[in-house]
Nanobody
Framework: QLVESGGGLVQAGGSLRLSCAAS????????VGWFRQAPGKDREFVAA????????YAADSMKGRFTISRDNAKNSVYLQMNSLKPEDTAVYYC????????????????WGQGTQVTVSS
């Protein structure tokens, strides 16, 4: 089970830190990704972090602004979002899969319920 938190309303240029808390004893062995979905749009890859080597991946439009990290001791993954823009407004989901990294949502087996991020101009 994955539970996201940390969403909310923020002004453009502000920051938010999203958290994804997982249950289970195999969390350290899964790749975790963040995706987002704005109204009327497809679900979009944001970032991902691998299980063992903590390799990270980010969509080009978010590099330099968003940072993904994980703390396996706390069964948690974080998404630090800086310099937020109104176009970052979306529901943000974390997802996990025991297979390796992918930027495709269909490749992730487990999903959280999402947390709303709204960036005002």
């Amino acid at each position: 089970q994955l539970v996201e938190s940390g969403g909310g309303l923020v002004q453009a240029g502000g920051s938010l830190r999203l958290s994804c808390a997982a249950s289970g004893r195999t969390f350290s062995r899964v790749t975790v990704g963040w995706f987002r979905q704005a109204p009327g749009k497809d679900r979009e890859f944001v970032a991902a972090i691998s299980s063992s080597h903590y390799s990270t991946y980010a969509a080009d439009s978010m590099k330099g602004r968003f940072t993904i990290s994980r703390d396996n001791a706390k069964n948690s993954v974080y998404l630090q979002m800086n310099s937020l823009k109104p176009e970052d407004t979306a529901v943000y989901y974390c997802a996990a899969d025991p297979n390796g990294y992918s930027r495709y949502a269909s490749r992730y087996r487990y999903w959280g319920q999402g947390t709303q991020v709204t960036v005002s101009s």
